[in-house]
Structure formats: C-alpha cells, structure tokens
C-alpha cells in the first residue's frame, strides 16, 4: 500500500477536481464497504480507499502530496499533512520519541493498514507505553563523584500471564464486530459543506480492533500489571541539581505490542555545609585570622577532594579569593574539575587576654597611633588603618 498512487486508489486523474474526488470516494466507500461487500480483500480496499481520501479529499494535503511524489518515504511524509493536521506531530510530547519508537509509531501508522491510518488516533498501531519520572535526591558529594545505586519504583509491565494480549491463556482476541478490526467506526455528519464522513474510536474495542472474548485472569483483559521494578542505576560524576537522566525503556509497557516508555530521573543535590557550587566550581569561606593575613602562613584547605595547602600572602586583605586549579567538580561533559575558589574572611578577635592586649597596644605605638583601649571598635578600626 506504501506505493500506492492514492488517485488510481480513487480512479481518478491527476487533475481531478475536489467534487469529482468526493464522488469517485463515496462511490468506491459504499462499494467495499465491510458491512456490503463480504468479499476478500474488499476491506482492504475500502480501507485504502479512506486513506486517500482523507489526503486527496483535503486541498491542502492533496497539495502537499502533489509536492513530495507517491513514493516509499517520501510518500509517507508527503502524506505527513495529515500528522500535522491530526496532531500527530504537533500534539505528542517530543520527550516521548524514545529510541526512534516515535518514528515506527508514525510509519505504522501510515503504513500499517486501517483507514485511520494517517491519524494519529490510529488506536492499532504499537504504541510506546508512558515515561515516568524519578526523583533521585543526592548527597553534595555524591552528585559530584557520581555513584552506582539500585532504585526500585512501580510501573505498569506486560502480564505475564497472556504476554500482554489481555486474552486468558490458550485464547487471543478476535476481530472487533463492529468496527472489523479497523479500530475506528465511520460516522456520517451534515455540515454546511454537505454530508460528510468522520472517523471515531470504536467504542466496542476502544480502538484496538480486537475484542477480548475471555479475559485474562491476571490482568483483568488490560494485558498490563502493576509490578515493582528495580534497576541499577550509575549516577554521572559532576551532576547538578534539576538536572535529568533518561533511561530507554525503563518507563510504563506500551499497547499493541508497543516498546516501554522512559525512566526520566531528576537530581536533587543536598547542601553541603561547607561548600556551595555552581556548575564545576565549588566555593569556600576560608576564615583567618588577622596575624595570618598581616604576616601571610600557609594553612590547611578544605576541598571536595581532601584538604590541599594555600598559602597567604603577607598582607592579604579580608574578601580576597585564591583558585584552587582542579579542585572543583568534575566537568559534565568537558575534561577535567573545575576550581575552587577560596574567599578569605579575615576574623577579629573577640576576648583578648592581657598578653594579647598589651602586644596590640605596643603594634598601634610602633605604627604611631594612639589607641584608647576602652572601645573595641576604635582599636579595630585603627588597626585596619581606617
Ligand atoms: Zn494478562
Ligand atoms: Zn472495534
């Protein structure tokens, strides 16, 4: 059917007009119709006959398959009007194309007989099953150094017990009566253009085009169940939070023989309490004190990767930030870590023995100051040389 020329499907000439299309259809429709026409193969002619029509009865679909041929592929996205029109395209979450699973689901249901088979609404064609999502909370040093772990949540998976036909064993579905395994049942309404012809869901079968005689104990005739599902999961190295992981497959079972849906896990990164981090870099408050920063030392560091020496020059102002080459988180997808940056905080002494103060009196007369001594702040302030 692929290859199909939709006019010789309808018997009419390339230049046809829209009525004549309309007439050829509704004659050819009544002739193969499967409630009047019980011979072989008329259902399939008369499903081949809807889908023309559905693309030549339409001006601008006709126009686009004039455009891209009658051909293999070309044909189907010729055609492909009709997925936009149906919201084939348009309308399905495009997450949801999961390992090319989009792209049979659109090939089957142009190819894949029944005369809805343009639609998107085609309810026999496989259809992948639901992603799902997972929230994944991560310790601060987890989501920079990744980790493997096993995570276990529930989703719908084929039965079992009928392999996902719904029918009980020994058993399987038989052709819907009413639609005759279309899927859809054709619907006549008057509008101001004339009587004209709409496909609905069958609502014997709801679409699937087969009727469940005897259901399959397990899953009641769904052909799914509701199980826990475990699987090991390896968290990437340098993660941040919000960001997502999708795993193929391993979201809900599909319908009609349709592959599984995704497994879409979301990070969350606990605080640290003593680091934040943006992206790769990781930043700490380094507190000193202010001999340290007037005469410089070399001090222990704290980082994500051990603590590292820094040294500190003589006269380092309070707010000054040193980079620590390679000691940020591993860069998602680049080379190497990132830095961290070091802020230093220069702290003042609060309870100050009667060394100390004395030491501080004779270092304010050495830079020739006078310090009263009896407010903290006018000796600070002094010593800051403010
Ligand atoms: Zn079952
Ligand atoms: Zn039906």
């Given at each position: ?63 686009q ?30 997450g ?112 699937t ?39 193929q ?25 003593d ?23 070399e ?87 403010v």
């Amino acid at each position: 059917m692929a290859e199909q020329d939709l006019y010789k499907v309808l018997g009419v000439e390339k230049d046809a007009s829209q009525d004549e299309i309309k007439k050829a259809y509704r004659k050819l429709s009544k002739k193969y119709h499967p409630d009047l026409n019980h011979e072989p193969g008329a259902e399939e002619k008369f499903k081949a006959v809807n889908e023309a029509y559905e693309t030549l009865g339409d001006a601008q679909k006709r126009a686009q398959y004039d455009q891209f041929g009658s051909t293999g592929g070309q044909q189907g996205f010729g055609g492909a009007g009709g997925f936009g029109g149906a919201g084939g395209f348009g309308g399905q979450d495009f997450g949801g194309f999961g390992g090319g699973g989009g792209f049979e689901d659109i090939f089957s249901s142009f190819f894949g007989g029944g005369a809805g088979g343009s639609r998107r609404s085609n309810p026999t064609a496989p259809q992948q099953g639901r992603d799902l999502q997972y929230e994944m909370t991560l310790k601060f040093e987890d989501a920079i150094f990744g980790k493997k772990t096993t995570i276990t949540y529930n989703r719908e998976e084929q039965c079992e017990t009928c392999g996902g036909s719904g029918a009980k064993p020994g058993t399987s579905p038989v052709t819907c009566s009413k639609c005759h395994g279309a899927g859809y049942i054709q619907v006549q309404t008057n509008t101001p253009l004339g009587r004209m012809m709409s496909q609905q869901v069958c609502d014997v079968c709801h679409g699937t085009g087969k009727e469940i005689k005897d259901k399959c104990a397990t899953c009641g005739g769904s052909g799914h169940t509701e199980q826990s599902h475990s699987i090991k999961v390896t968290v990437p190295a340098g993660v941040e939070e919000g960001q997502q992981m999708r795993l193929q497959n391993q979201g809900e079972a599909g319908t009609n023989g349709g592959p599984y849906g995704d497994l879409f896990i979301i990070f969350r990164v606990e605080p640290s309490k003593d680091f934040e981090r943006d992206g790769a870099t990781i930043y700490f408050k380094l507190p000193i004190d202010f001999v340290q920063a007037a005469l410089g030392d070399e001090v222990q560091v704290k980082t994500v990767h051990g603590d590292v020496k820094l040294k500190i020059p003589a006269g380092t102002q309070t707010g000054t930030t040193f980079r620590l080459r390679g000691k940020g988180a591993p860069r998602l997808r680049g080379n190497g870590n990132g830095d961290e940056r070091v802020t230093v905080n220069i702290e003042t002494p609060t309870h100050l023995n009667k060394g100390q103060k004395e030491a501080l009196k004779t270092f304010a007369k050495a830079s020739g100051k006078s310090v009263a001594g009896n407010g903290k702040s006018s000796l600070f302030d002094k010593l800051r040389g403010v």
